[in-house]
């Protein structure tokens, strides 16, 4: 069973930054597609950004030029470095592995962790 946590939410004022990170847990976590999901309250859960194993990494486009995801395929960590941040990224930040053979069973969740951006 692959286990997911994220970690370093929290309050940033608007322009500031945040770094959240996200640990799964798991062997070959190389060929895992990664991805950054985030929902706001009366919102549908939207993707932010994703990874393949090959490092290439996808953003929404609200994001671009302002998040940068990362991962590092040693210790199974997952970042997203947010920065310029807005009001409206506030929100529930998820954490998204899928490993082989990629199906939706094979997609693991992390509990969340709280955005908010506020002055």
């Known amino acids: 069973q692959v286990q997911v946590v994220e970690s370093g939410g929290g309050f940033a004022q608007p322009g500031g930054s945040l770094r959240l990170s996200c640990a799964v847990s798991?062997?070959?976590?190389?060929?895992?597609?990664v991805s950054w999901y985030r929902q706001a309250p009366g919102k549908q859960r939207e993707l932010v950004a994703v990874s393949g194993g090959d490092g290439n990494v996808n953003y929404v486009s609200s994001v671009k030029g302002r998040f940068t995801m990362s991962r590092d395929n040693v210790k199974n960590m997952v970042y997203l470095q947010m920065s310029s941040l807005k009001s409206e990224d506030t929100a529930v930040y998820y954490c998204n592995a899928r490993g082989p053979p990629y199906s939706a069973a094979d997609a693991y969740w992390g509990q969340g962790t709280q955005v908010t951006v506020s002055s």
């Open positions: 798991g062997s070959r976590f190389e060929i895992y597609i």
